[in-house]
């Protein structure tokens, strides 16, 4: 019923900027929250970002002043600007859609922050 499609993920230094890009596709409204997640190595899931619209939007502390989420309804897109990356924010990031439990997961991107 619906598909997201992830973008964007990389290598960066520390200090430096990515762009994460979502693209969703099928019943979607634009009522339904959409965010970020990431998994870290040896750590669990852990919510990053989300939005349902500008408005309404919500940070985790540790990224709270250096990320941005915002929503393009037009093209059932949500993009993540992440500034001032750390190490510590090396992770898998995921896409999602919708309330969890109820939600729909993308398959995820790969950010890298080393020296």
């Known amino acids: 019923q619906v598909q997201l499609v992830e973008s964007g993920g990389g290598l960066v230094q520390p200090g430096g900027s990515l762009r994460l890009s979502c693209a969703a596709s099928?019943?979607?409204?634009?009522?339904?929250?959409m965010g970020w997640y990431r998994r870290a190595p040896g750590k669990q899931r852990e919510m990053v970002a989300t939005?349902?619209?500008?408005?309404?939007?919500n940070y985790a502390d540790s990224v709270k002043g250096r990320f941005t989420i915002s929503r393009d309804n037009a093209k059932n897109t949500v993009y993540l600007q992440m500034n001032s990356l750390k190490p510590e924010d090396t992770a898998i990031y995921y896409c999602?859609?919708?309330?969890?439990?109820?939600?729909?997961w993308g398959q995820g991107t790969r950010v890298t922050v080393s020296s």
């Open positions: 939005i349902i619209s500008t408005y309404s939007t």
């Open positions: 099928g019943s979607i409204v634009s009522t339904n929250p």
């Open positions: 999602s859609y919708g309330y969890i439990p109820f939600n729909f």
